[in-house]
Each structure stands twice: as structure tokens, then as C-alpha cells.
């Protein structure tokens, strides 16, 4: 029964505040218990797998290859996990940050749907249950995005909108066809139908046709374009949860359908997933160092980071998928949390335009450590988490004797040091630009958008403190990833 | 009957594409629902074309007699044109709401193709281009 709270209590939340969106300090206080008992019922799912390793759950007490069925296992439960986080860390930031037109507009109820359909994705145990899901999160970022009528913004969700359609269109494409080439669409249940298919070009060329719906959807090279066109247009706890979420949710597609359904034959997926994931991250990279607004510089980055997750899948051992889910977790709040920064930095300074902005150092000192921290983890400086997650994936590579793949990545880490030196010397060394620098005045900034920032800094400062227990925690899953008898096992009892 | 309903898919699917990157936004509404339709023929088609009988029991029994028709294809089409449905409206409707803002549907235009209009001052000094005939 755990496994169906996170996804129900958002959508009960949702339709509670549907009645409530009126009264802002009610919605507002809501939204944040809402948030938070989210994150609890996730946390009691977390502590059941660590318990018991895999769990499922018929829903309607249909049995497993007929009926729809929600599974998780380590991979889902931490994913599920940092979704609550997330979500309650912008949401305590919404808090000052949401005008009350934009709660009438449905804020909330748009963000905890969202919440409801991404955790739905990570537990579903079946394929076109995945595709509804799919369009449920759809949906609910279509509401939030065209919320307020922003000039400017129509465009950019246009752009948003169409091409994650496609992607949706495909993902049906290959359902329909995986259905008719075995007649199920129960994953577990596919692990071992795919395995008897003869015809390996059809199966081959579905899994290109999935690689193309998530490539779109977690914004791989050349399918990313959407993302940096998007992202720096909405509000910035929408685009911290956007950030820190919605592509992720295509990458773990991919590790689910790639280590569970087309598990069997790597020939032809695995040498393509390497190509894509080194164009991917080193285009991001490159296309960040030439941008000058903070927050397209970091969605240049989310692409340039997702290829780093799409590598570690693309190795195909149980260290290398351990180190994707460690990126995951880390990458997820890493940038959620440097996209909330980024708002803190518009609202000291005025401009998210670097050419316009300086000082800050000298103005907001908890500021500057709230963004050095992420900033530089992303960047990969030890003990921060993103070294340890870097390292295990450079470390996976060199195992299995993929220098050259583990010189890249190293060599992409050094370039995304450039544009955090860059943020950080533009916005926090360097003189305000034009301005004589005893004019400037020091802006509060407000405490419910501090300490969501602070808070996820902590966080990562912990992981990568304390990454022993964590490494544990995802090598296990990376095992279970690799050889799934317990998910399958936990579809076919039930419980 | 397979293959002629593949190929009809095909054509279908060819036909949205080229709606789709004609550049005109209104063409691309009219790609996707084409698109979608073309799916759910393709659904329909993988669950077996077989004339038969509709799936339900007949009183008194407990399980299907005979030949007859897979009714999981017909759920799975049925979900994806509701859901297909929502999604054309919604299409529609912030089509006609950029409209309102950008007056061109053309996505060659410059309201579409500058990246950085933003919230701020930027966004009122684009130049509204003439309505293409």
C-alpha cells in the first residue's frame, strides 16, 4: 500500500487546493504541509525497500501481466524520494516568490499534480501506464508554464509544447508496436518476452524509436533544443522543479526500458547510447560557455549533465549504474538548487544578465555560499557530491576499458569549472558595471528563499561527506538494475 | 489486410511530418492530430486484425466462447484518443493565445526565433512582421 501514496496524496492535495487557491496565505501554507507529508510518505517507501528490496502492488487487485501494477525498487524509491525534497524545497521558496494572480492561476495545484505524475512514472511497472504518466506531467507543465501570460514566454512554450508532443507520439509508436510484437506491456513481464522475439532488426529499431522519445524528453544531442529555448522563461522555483526534474524523469525511462526490457541484446543500443551521450555532454558544455544569461548558462548544463547519466547507462555495469543514480540524485539537487540561486541573484541585483550585475560578494555574503557550494559540486570539486559522482562514472568507464569515454568526461568536468568561474567571478568579484559602487543598496533577501537554497547546499555537502553509505545504497540498486529477479519477483507475487 | 493498413499508416504518418515541418504552427496542429490518428490505427493494427466476435460472455458462462476480439488494443486507442484530444485543445488554445501576442503563427518569424525576449523591457520593442499572404 506505500507505494500508492506518493502519488495519490499530491493529487489529493491538488484537488484541495483547487477550492483554496483564493486565499494566498492559506494556499501557501497547504501547499507546504502537502509538500511535506509527501516527502514523509516517500521517506516510509525508501525505508520499505531498504527493508525488503523490491516491492509491487496490483493496483486493483488485478494480477501482474493483465492488470496495471505499481513496482519500486531502489532506483524508484530514491527517485521518488528526491521528488518530495525537491518539490517541498520550491515550494518553501514559492512561498515569497508566487504573486497571488499566479496561485489563482493554479500554481499550486498545477505543481503537485506534476509531482503525482513524475512519481507515478518512477513506480509504474507498466508501459503505457508510463505513457499516461507521461502526458499527466505534460499537462500539468503546459498549465504552469502558460500561467500569467508572460510576454515573451507563449513563445518559448510553443516550443516546449511541440516538441514534446512528438515525443510523446513516438513513445506511443513503439508501445503499440512492442505490444504487437509480444503481446504484453508489463514490464517485468517483457523482461523475458523480449528475450524469445527472433526478429532482433524490429527490436533494434523500437529501441531506437525509444531512445528518440526520450532523447527528446531528456533533451539529448541533437534533441535538446527545446530546453535552453524554455527554461529561462518561467518562474524560478517552476524552473528549478522543471530543472532539477522533467528531463530526469526520460533518463530513468531509459535505465528502466534499457536494463529491464531490452536487456538482452546491447549490440546496437549500447554503442549508440556512447555516441549520444559524449555528443550530448559535450555540446551542452560547449554552448554554456558561450552564454551570458545565468539561467540558460545552467540549462546548457542540465543537457551537458544528462549526457553524463546517459554514459554511465551506456556502460552497462553495475558500478557505472550506480554512478548514474548517484549523478541523479546529485545533479537533481545540485540544479534545482542553482536555478532557486539564480533567482536570489535577479532579485539582489536586478538582472539575470551577467554583463549587468556585480558585487555580490561584497553585498550578500550568505548568498555567495549558497551558490559557490552547488556551483562548484556541479563542477566536480571534492568532497563535494558531484566529484564522487563524476568519479565513480570516470572510474566505470576506465573499468571497462572505455578510456576514451573517460577522458572526455573528465575533460567536460574542466570546462564546466569555466562557466561556474565565470558566474562567479561576473556576478559576485567583479565591480556593479556603470555604477558607482557606494550607490549600491544591500536588498534583503527574504528567509523562505534562503533556506530552501542553504538547506539543499547541506544536502549535498552530506552526500558527499557521508558517500560511503550512499555508494552502498547505489551499488545495490545498480546490482538489482543489472540482474532484476527481485523486481520481477516482486511483480509476479504481488506484494 | 496487415499490410495494406501498414501502408496506409505509413502514408499517414508521411503526410503529418510534412505538415508538421512545413513551419506553420496551425499545419503543425493539423500534423498532429493526423499523426495521432495514424497511431492509432497502428495500435489497432498490431493487436491482430481478425474478424470475430465481440469479447463478452454469455450468460451462464464464465469464460469466452470462441473467436474473439482483442479488446486490450481497443482500451489502449481509446485512452491514447482521449488523452490526444486534451492535448489538440490545448494546442489550439495557446496557439491562439501567442497569436494574440506575437501576431504571426509562422515559426520562421523573429518572435520565434529570438531566444531572449524575456519579461523584460525587450519583449515590446519586437517588430511586429506583416502577415504573410
Known amino acids: 500500500m506505500l507505494l500508492i501514496f506518493p502519488i495519490l496524496l499530491p493529487m489529493m492535495v491538488a484537488i484541495a487546493m483547487g477550492f483554496s487557491r483564493l486565499n494566498k496565505q492559506k494556499a501557501n501554507t497547504a501547499a507546504i504541509i502537502g509538500a511535506l507529508v509527501h516527502v514523509f510518505a516517500s521517506g516510509l517507501l525508501m525505508v520499505a525497500i531498504l527493508d525488503r528490496q523490491a516491492i509491487a502492488l496490483w493496483v486493483g487487485s488485478w494480477p501482474a501481466p493483465a492488470g496495471i501494477c505499481l513496482v519500486a525498487d531502489y532506483l524508484s524509491a530514491v527517485m521518488v524520494l528526491i521528488t518530495g525534497v525537491i518539490h517541498t524545497a520550491v515550494i518553501v521558496y514559492a512561498r515569497k516568490d508566487i504573486g497571488s494572480s499566479q496561485i489563482q492561476a493554479g500554481f499550486y495545484p498545477f505543481m503537485q499534480l506534476l509531482t503525482a505524475a513524475i512519481c507515478g512514472a518512477f513506480l509504474t511497472g507498466d508501459l503505457f501506464n508510463l505513457y499516461v504518466w507521461f502526458e499527466v506531467m505534460l499537462m500539468a507543465s503546459f498549465g504552469i508554464m502558460v500561467m500569467g501570460h508572460f510576454p515573451g514566454r507563449m513563445t518559448g512554450t510553443v516550443k516546449y509544447v511541440t516538441m514534446n508532443l512528438l515525443s510523446t507520439l513516438l513513445l506511443i509508436t513503439a508501445i503499440g508496436l512492442i505490444y504487437g510484437l509480444t503481446g504484453t506491456l508489463n514490464m517485468a513481464d517483457l523482461h523475458e518476452k523480449m528475450a524469445l522475439v527472433e526478429n532482433t532488426a524490429l527490436v533494434n529499431s523500437l529501441a531506437l524509436l525509444l531512445i528518440t522519445a526520450f532523447g527528446i524528453k531528456s533533451a539529448l544531442f541533437p534533441l535538446f533544443f527545446w530546453l535552453p529555448a524554455s527554461y529561462h522563461i518561467l518562474p524560478v522555483p517552476v524552473s528549478a522543479f522543471f530543472a532539477g526534474m522533467l528531463t530526469k524523469v526520460g533518463v530513468y525511462a531509459m535505465i528502466r526500458l534499457f536494463t529491464l526490457v531490452f536487456a538482452g541484446d546491447t549490440s546496437m543500443t549500447q554503442p549508440t547510447l556512447m555516441v549520444l551521450a559524449v555528443l550530448t555532454m559535450v555540446s551542452g558544455v560547449v554552448a554554456a560557455a558561450s552564454q551570458m544569461e545565468i539561467r540558460r548558462i545552467l540549462s546548457f548544463h542540465i543537457i551537458s549533465q544528462v549526457g553524463y547519466m546517459v554514459l554511465g547507462l551506456s556502460l552497462f555495469t553495475p558500478l557505472a549504474l550506480a554512478g548514474t543514480l548517484v549523478y541523479l540524485v546529485h545533479h537533481i539537487i545540485v540544479k534545482a538548487n542553482l536555478f532557486l540561486v539564480s533567482g536570489l541573484i535577479q532579485k539582489a541585483a536586478g538582472s539575470f544578465d551577467l554583463k549587468h550585475i556585480g558585487s555580490l560578494y561584497k553585498t550578500h555574503g550568505l548568498l555567495s555560499a549558497g551558490f559557490f557550494i552547488p556551483a562548484f559540486s556541479l563542477a566536480g570539486f571534492p568532497p563535494l557530491s558531484g566529484f564522487w559522482a563524476k568519479l565513480l562514472i570516470i572510474y566505470a568507464c576506465l573499468e571497462s576499458r572505455h578510456y576514451i569515454l573517460g577522458a572526455v568526461a573528465a575533460l567536460v568536468g574542466l570546462m564546466t569549472v569555466f562557466s561556474m568561474i565565470k558566474i562567479w567571478s561576473e556576478a559576485f568579484w567583479k565591480p556593479l558595471p556603470g555604477n558607482d559602487a557606494t550607490l549600491v543598496a544591500v536588498k534583503p533577501l527574504s528567509a523562505w528563499m534562503m533556506a530552501p537554497v542553504l538547506g539543499l547546499a547541506l544536502i549535498t555537502i552530506l552526500i558527499g561527506l557521508f558517500m560511503e553509505p550512499v555508494c552502498r545504497v547505489a551499488l545495490v540498486a545498480g546490482e538489482q538494475l543489472m540482474n532484476p529477479v527481485q523486481y520481477i519477483l516482486a511483480v509476479k507475487g504481488g506484494g | ?133
Do not use: H, W
Not at chain 2, 503526410?15 to 497511431?39: K, P, Q
Not at chain 2, 450468460?59 to 486507442?77: F, R
Open chain 2, 1 to 133: 489486410m496487415e499490410a495494406l493498413m501498414a501502408l496506409l499508416v505509413g502514408l499517414m504518418i508521411a503526410a503529418a511530418l510534412y505538415l508538421m515541418l512545413s513551419g506553420l504552427l496551425v499545419r503543425f496542429v493539423f500534423g498532429f492530430t493526423l499523426m495521432g490518428n495514424a497511431i492509432n490505427l497502428l495500435i489497432f493494427t498490431a493487436g491482430r486484425l481478425t474478424y470475430s466476435d465481440p469479447p463478452l460472455i454469455n450468460p451462464g458462462q464464465t469464460i469466452l466462447a470462441g473467436q474473439t476480439a482483442n479488446a486490450l488494443p481497443q482500451a489502449l486507442i481509446l485512452t491514447a484518443i482521449v488523452i490526444g484530444f486534451a492535448m489538440t485543445t490545448f494546442l489550439l488554445i495557446l496557439l491562439a493565445r501567442t497569436f494574440d501576442q506575437t501576431r504571426t503563427l509562422d515559426a520562421d518569424q523573429p518572435p520565434f526565433l529570438c531566444e531572449l525576449p524575456d519579461t523584460g523591457p525587450l519583449a515590446s520593442n519586437i517588430n511586429i512582421p506583416e502577415k504573410k499572404g
